[in-house]
Nanobody, 125 residues
């Protein structure tokens, strides 16, 4: 079992930055692919970014590429999502999720076994 806790959400103006954190407890986090997803009101949960286990490769949704950066701390127990140049359309609840399966690299919600409770990000225009 892996327990995930997100933090770092808040209210920011267009063009601002936020850094989300996903802290893990339980099994070694380095053994899991870790993804960030978001869900806006009335919309489906969508893939934002993923970092691979061990080698820390990264992949991003086109909508955030060049603005968001996913990373993992040296101890491997926390994954971050640095969000720059935020836009109103980035407003959503952001979730981190973990999976041991390589197929989770594709960013499909169903491939992730463990989810955090979510943190609200609101970007004002």
């Amino acid at each position: 079992q892996v327990q995930l806790i997100e933090s770092g959400g808040g209210l920011v103006q267009t063009g601002g930055s936020l850094r989300l954190s996903c802290a893990a407890s339980g099994r070694p986090f380095n053994n899991y692919f870790t993804g960030w997803f978001r869900q806006a009101p009335g919309k489906e949960r969508e893939f934002v970014a993923v970092i691979s286990r061990r080698v820390n490769g990264t992949r991003y949704a086109d909508s955030v590429k060049g603005r968001f950066t996913i990373s993992r701390d040296n101890a491997g127990n926390t994954v971050f999502l640095q969000m720059n140049s935020l836009k109103p359309e980035d407003t959503a609840v952001y979730y981190c999720a973990a999976s041991p399966r390589p197929s989770s690299w594709l960013g499909l919600v169903g491939e992730y076994d463990y989810w955090g409770q979510g943190t609200q990000v609101t970007v004002s225009s």
